[in-house]
């Protein structure tokens, strides 16, 4: 992880929080592949669709290890800081998740802020999974084994899913929370220890959020922080996996917590010496490698397919 660290800052690329958003996108993508594990072929690989609410077209990319009917679908939803990524930036990772569980994903690109602020990517997450929960089977889903899963702002919007789900009476196999964002304010000891130098700094969650959010009710709503949910109980189990030099290991910490206490399943990774964004590192750091069979194995069991 530190020769991942000191070849980042050779390379001199200007932080992404001191570019517009616009070529914050174009910077992070052309980065995106580069520390990733080869990229997995498979039988079935479609650019799809699915409508918003307001009509949009949400593109979305449908990643299957077999053309049978029937498999169990993981919506997954990408990281970025609600601002950066798409299906392109995690196009490797959701191929590796399809052949490793056996199972179909579907990758949503919700639209960003600052052109889309709060709460548009939670309601195009949510509308995507409503519409896969109905019409998936007309994509060879099986409807009855869903699951959502994500990392960063996409592990806050698969964790907010898991709660609309719960009051829509909609069952889930699973959420598979990769360092998601769960507090209003970034304000728990983590936040502090890692502000600088390791992947993901406090300048760069500043800028994410402040286009994002715009008020303190914003930041407040659980909609944005999951941890300020009025209550978890019978939401779908959880599995999530956190790097122990994270700003947001802590909140992840305590949304594991606040799952736990409300009687839910929760398994807890937390893996040792490695930063925010360690998953998309699989050439280089072997537990990128490791939180993908593990979280593989934990969705396998929740699909019923062990």
Same mark, same amino acid.
């Given at each position: 992880?530190?020769?991942?660290?000191?070849?980042?800052?050779? !390379?001199?690329?200007?932080?992404?929080?001191?570019?517009?958003?616009?070529?914050?996108?174009?910077?992070?993508?052309? &980065?995106?592949?580069?520390?990733?594990?080869?990229?997995?072929?498979?039988?079935?690989?479609?650019?799809?669709?699915?409508?918003?609410?307001?009509?949009?077209?949400?593109?979305?990319?449908?990643?299957?290890?077999?053309?049978?009917?029937?498999?169990?679908?993981?919506?997954?939803?990408? &990281?970025?800081?609600?601002?950066?990524?798409?299906?392109?930036?995690?196009?490797?990772?959701?191929? %590796?998740?399809?052949?490793?569980?056996?199972?179909?994903?579907?990758?949503?690109?919700?639209?960003?802020?600052?052109?889309?602020?709060? /709460?548009?990517?939670?309601?195009?997450?949510?509308?995507?999974?409503?519409?896969?929960?109905?019409?998936?089977?007309?994509?060879?889903?099986? @409807?009855?084994?869903?699951?959502?899963?994500?990392?960063?702002?996409?592990? @806050?919007? !698969?964790?907010?899913?898991?709660?609309?789900?719960?009051?829509?009476?909609? /069952?889930?196999?699973?959420?598979?929370?990769?360092?998601?964002?769960?507090?209003?304010?970034?304000?728990?000891?983590?936040?502090?220890?890692?502000?600088?130098?390791?992947?993901?700094?406090?300048?760069?969650?500043?800028?994410?959020?402040?286009?994002?959010?715009?008020?303190?009710? %914003?930041?407040?709503?659980?909609?944005?922080?999951?941890?300020?949910?009025?209550?978890?109980?019978?939401?779908?189990?959880?599995?999530? &996996?956190?790097?122990?030099?994270?700003?947001?290991?802590?909140?992840?910490?305590?949304?594991?917590?606040?799952?736990?206490?409300?009687?839910? /399943?929760?398994?807890?990774?937390?893996?040792?010496?490695?930063?925010?964004?360690?998953?998309?590192? &699989?050439?280089?750091? /072997?537990?990128?490698?490791?939180?993908?069979?593990?979280?593989?194995? !934990?969705?396998?069991?929740?699909?019923?397919?062990?």
């Amino acid at each position: 992880m530190r020769s991942v660290l000191e070849r980042m800052a050779r !390379a001199g690329h200007a932080p992404l929080h001191t570019r517009s958003p616009q070529d914050a996108r174009v910077a992070y993508q052309a &980065g995106a592949d580069v520390l990733e594990v080869p990229k997995a072929p498979l039988a079935r690989v479609e650019d799809l669709t699915i409508p918003a609410r307001d009509g949009y077209a949400l593109p979305v990319r449908l990643y299957a290890p077999s053309t049978y009917a029937g498999l169990p679908l993981l919506l997954y939803t990408h &990281g970025g800081g609600f601002t950066i990524g798409n299906i392109a930036t995690h196009d490797i990772l959701c191929r %590796e998740l399809a052949r490793l569980v056996g199972c179909m994903v579907v990758s949503l690109d919700y639209r960003l802020a600052p052109e889309h602020r709060f /709460p548009v990517a939670s309601n195009d997450a949510w509308d995507a999974l409503a519409w896969l929960a109905a019409q998936g089977g007309a994509w060879g889903a099986d @409807t009855a084994r869903l699951a959502v899963g994500g990392d960063s702002a996409g592990g @806050t919007l !698969a964790a907010v899913n898991a709660i609309l789900a719960r009051d829509a009476g909609l /069952p889930l196999a699973l959420q598979m929370l990769f360092y998601p964002g769960c507090a209003a304010h970034q304000d728990t000891p983590s936040h502090t220890t890692f502000a600088r130098g390791l992947v993901l700094e406090e300048p760069a969650i500043s800028w994410f959020f402040g286009h994002y959010v715009h008020s303190r009710a %914003e930041r407040e709503d659980w909609r944005f922080a999951p941890l300020l949910a009025p209550d978890v109980d019978g939401v779908a189990p959880a599995w999530v &996996g956190l790097a122990e030099c994270d700003p947001l290991v802590d909140e992840g910490v305590d949304y594991a917590d606040k799952l736990r206490l409300a009687g839910v /399943p929760v398994d807890l990774e937390i893996y040792r010496g490695v930063t925010h964004e360690f998953i998309k590192m &699989g050439r280089a750091i /072997p537990e990128a490698r490791k939180a993908h069979a593990d979280a593989a194995r !934990a969705l396998r069991s929740a699909f019923g397919l062990d």
